[in-house]
């Protein structure tokens, strides 16, 4: 918990249209924080995350949930999510199991993951004392937040003084995590992604920094200035990412002894990145995009944020991985506090590789930034050419003792799950092994997929639990797999293929081996193939939109074009043309 400086104005109904900038002054009913009590030994807490997350999405902008680490089941190994703040409010409630939980610290107990719904719906309906908005702006270079929140009272509140708490959370903390699996979106390869922790608490104290008065028509504004950490946790503390952290706000009725506190309402904080500089341009993260592309051209994403004062209205920036660097620009017009998403296309090496963005001009005026990232490329196998525009897909499992730890799913270019399977029956006899044949039908050709494994324990399916393997065939052929007596993978593996489609005419073997990637594709559209002698493009009217001279690799650049399904049309140098659909993404 740390504060540098606040300030609170108090201001009655007859200044407050002058001065209030955030808050609604409309009468509402409240909104809800879910506090979660958990742990990453807690095997059934990604269940109540699964619980409060879906709560959540259905209530949207009304409900927040809160991950408050803290007991006996939160270890302080990395990464160690304890803070003395979650340990003092975790004290502060009757809590008998894991996960326990409080909705609007309603109730002096923690209550069943099984009661948080209906104890939202009972908040939800109620009317509110009171209404809470604000904003965050973090200056990224200092890691100074500014921090403003207002409470304006639509009624009287029953205490005449009332406890304001900001709460900064981080999302996207990946680590281990039991029963992970129990929480598919959340569990990737094995490591889950922590969401909505309580890393500090802002203000005087855990339970809040008191505001007076409490009579319908104040309006009280609250400021902080708070130095982000750069690390929070002893020992084993984790990064405070200022890209992933956000500030919730919440006024409780009181603070005593009694733990049932009740908060009257809650907001979100408005979050974004800044500074006094007129031109400040902020990348916020650097992402590959997870999608199964048989090419070493993969796409990646980033946000741009304009932190400064001025209007961004273009940047020039380069990317560099693994010794290549390309060039690349954006125009637009962003307003101070805006962003947009942006993505870029680069060839790589194969393996795992240390990038870095830089921007090199912002608004024409040299601007150097610059932002570190990862790479990775696997390397594929390719089927040979089968015959139809489907296929056949087998995936043989043999699992080993434990086979409630082992899931798997099949994704194709677009990053959509084809297939999915797992998990499967704990075996009773020790070291035991169960074979279980999952048949794909009518898989379409000229695709490519990504088969993923996982294992819940973080030892693949293997050893003193039994000889586990796993392997796929396609066309009754056998193309990807682990050998029948090696089963360790640790918590994942991943093969990555593309199931070739055989010429439906004798003429298209004129251009053997043709390759259209990436689909979809964001600013380029590479062609591979032998004796091509043209690309050319056409939008879904039928228009040409690019016409290319062919090579063994042709480019085409598509980053001003729309949006939307195109066509590529690429004739070979005996005449014979083939066309392929093709999507336009960013």
């Known amino acids: ?335 101070p506090k805006a962003g947009e998403s942006i993505s870029f296309d680069m060839e790589i090496p194969f393996g795992t590789n240390a990038g870095k963005l830089t921007i090199v001009k912002a608004n024409g005026q040299d601007y150097p930034y610059e932002v570190n990232f990862t790479a990775v490329c696997d390397e594929w196998v390719e089927t040979e050419p089968i015959d139809g525009e489907t296929t056949t897909m087998k995936i043989y499992i043999n699992q080993d003792q434990f086979g409630e730890q082992t899931t798997w799913k099949l994704i194709n270019s677009l990053g959509e799950v084809v297939a999915e399977g797992g998990p499967y029956a704990h075996l009773i006899s020790s070291g035991g092994t169960q074979l279980h044949v999952e048949t794909i039908e009518d898989l379409p050709t000229d695709a490519d997929y990504l088969f993923n494994i996982y294992d819940d324990n973080d030892n693949g399916i293997c050893c003193a639990y039994g000889d586990g393997w796993y392997k796929i065939k396609v066309a009754d052929k056998y193309i990807v797999g682990m050998d029948e007596d090696n089963g360790e993978f640790g918590s994942q593996n991943s093969d990555l293929m593309r199931i070739n489609r055989k010429p439906s005419a004798v003429g298209e073997n004129a251009m053997s081996n043709l390759k259209v990637y990436p689909n979809p594709a964001n600013s380029t559209i590479f062609v591979e193939g032998e004796n091509i002698k043209t690309v050319e493009v056409y939008n879904s009217l039928g228009q040409m939109v690019a016409d290319v001279e062919g090579s063994v690799k042709t480019t085409v650049n598509v980053a001003l074009f729309d949006n939307g399904v195109y066509f590529v049309k690429v004739v070979a140098n005996d005449g014979t043309v083939k066309t392929q659909k093709i999507a336009i993404a960013r």
């Open 1 to 335: 918990m740390k504060k540098l400086t606040f300030l609170v104005l108090g201001l009655v109904a007859g200044f407050m249209a002058s001065a209030q900038m955030f808050v609604s002054t409309e009468p509402a009913n409240r909104n809800v924080v879910i506090e979660e009590f958990t742990g990453r030994n807690c095997g059934y807490c990604p269940d109540g995350h699964l619980i409060a997350n879906q709560i959540c999405n259905n209530n949207p902008g009304r409900v927040w949930a809160v991950n408050i680490h803290a007991g006996g089941y939160a270890p302080t190994s990395y990464p160690n999510f304890n803070t003395e703040d979650g340990n003092t409010i975790h004290g502060g409630f009757s809590i008998s199991g894991y996960p326990t939980g409080v909705v609007n610290r309603s109730t002096s107990a923690g209550q069943s993951r099984s009661a948080w719904s209906g104890l939202a719906s009972q908040q939800l309906a109620q009317a509110s004392e009171l209404n809470v908005g604000g904003q965050v702006v973090i200056d990224p270079e200092t890691r100074e937040a500014s921090v403003t929140v207002e409470v304006y009272y639509t009624g009287n509140s029953t205490e005449t003084t009332n406890y304001l708490t900001v709460y900064m959370l981080q999302d996207s903390i990946w680590g281990s995590q039991s029963g992970g699996s129990s929480n598919p979106s959340q569990w990737v390869g094995g490591q889950y992604c922590h969401m909505h922790i309580l890393r500090d608490v802002i203000g005087e104290s855990a339970w809040g920094d008191p505001i007076t008065p409490t009579t319908a028509g104040t309006l009280i504004t609250k400021e902080y200035t708070y130095a982000i950490p750069e690390m929070i946790g002893s020992p084993n503390g984790v990064e405070v990412d200022i890209n992933n952290v956000h500030f919730l706000a919440f006024v409780c009725a009181r603070t005593t002894n009694n733990p049932a506190r009740n908060i009257l309402s809650a907001n979100m904080l408005e979050t974004s990145q800044g500074s006094d500089e007129p031109i400040y341009p902020v990348i916020k993260s650097v992402s590959q995009r997870a999608v199964a592309i048989c090419s070493q051209v993969k796409t990646f994403d980033f946000t741009l944020l304009n932190g400064g004062t001025d209007n961004l209205t273009s940047i020039q920036y380069k990317v560099e991985i693994g010794g290549a660097v390309s060039e690349f620009e954006w125009d637009g017009d962003l307003a």
